[in-house]
């Protein structure tokens, strides 16, 4: 049981360029995220989605696109990275609802990534 | 905008001390969650507290909370070295998900 896999690692892009992170989880969850974590900022929400096919909005999405066409996969892309964009991406699952115990969400070992 | 905010910002012990951790929220939640993240690792779920309890343990940690002033407390005692990481608290309120605060970081020295 893997839980939840994040690829790549690491990644370094150039300004400008656009690349994709994957997120897979294998416990069937509902729900899903994406957070970004910079030094000092703790962890802010980029996109979530309730379930297959839908996606929304978090407090950071500017620059994020996602998508969720399978229940296990989350993608979260980048059409031009820039600088800012250089942080700890941290992707998430939680089983059904966003309050109560089925909110506890469970995490990937994140992605780091340097724009420059 | 960031719902709970951990108090202090960091803390060093020695081990076999306690140490304690304190999160303030701003608006009412049906739960908070307590997370650990070791350096470089995902965050790890530790506790969850509902908005009807008042305290909960597990293990070496304690959890409280006070709904009318809006604040949580996460003890460990008897500290070792490996509790060295951050710790977030997390609020959950209605259909809105888990809002995460900055983090405390706790150092235990052997």
């Known amino acids: 049981n893997a839980g939840v896999t994040q690829t790549p690692k690491f990644r370094v892009l150039k300004t400008g360029q656009s690349m994709t992170l994957l997120c897979a989880q294998d416990m069937n969850h509902e729900y899903m995220y994406w957070y970004r974590q910079d030094p000092g900022m703790g962890l802010r929400l980029i996109h979530y989605?309730?379930?297959?096919?839908?996606?929304a909005k978090g407090e950071v999405p500017d620059g994020y696109n996602v998508s969720r066409l399978k229940k296990q996969n989350f993608l979260l892309g980048l059409e031009s990275a820039a600088p800012s964009q250089t942080s700890v991406y941290f992707c998430?699952?939680?089983?059904?609802?966003?309050?109560?115990?089925?909110?506890?969400?469970?995490f990937g070992a994140g992605t780091r990534l340097s724009v420059l | 905008s960031q719902q709970g905010e951990e108090d202090p910002q960091a803390l060093s012990i020695q081990e076999g001390e306690n140490a304690t951790m304190n999160c303030s929220y701003k608006t009412s939640i049906n739960n908070l969650q307590w997370y650990r993240q070791n350096s470089g690792r995902g965050l790890v779920h530790l506790i969850l507290?509902?908005?009807?309890?008042r305290e909960k343990h597990s293990g070496r940690l304690r959890v409280t909370l006070d709904t009318s002033k809006k604040s949580s407390s996460l003890l460990i005692t008897a500290s070792r070295a490996a509790d060295t990481a951050s710790y977030f608290c997390a609020t959950g309120s209605g259909n809105t998900p888990l809002v995460f605060g900055k983090g405390t970081r706790l150092s235990v020295i052997a």
């Open positions: 998430a699952s939680s089983y059904l609802t966003f309050a109560g115990q089925g909110s506890i969400q469970y």
């Open positions: 989605s309730v379930g297959e096919g839908t996606t």
């Open positions: 507290i509902r908005s009807n309890e």
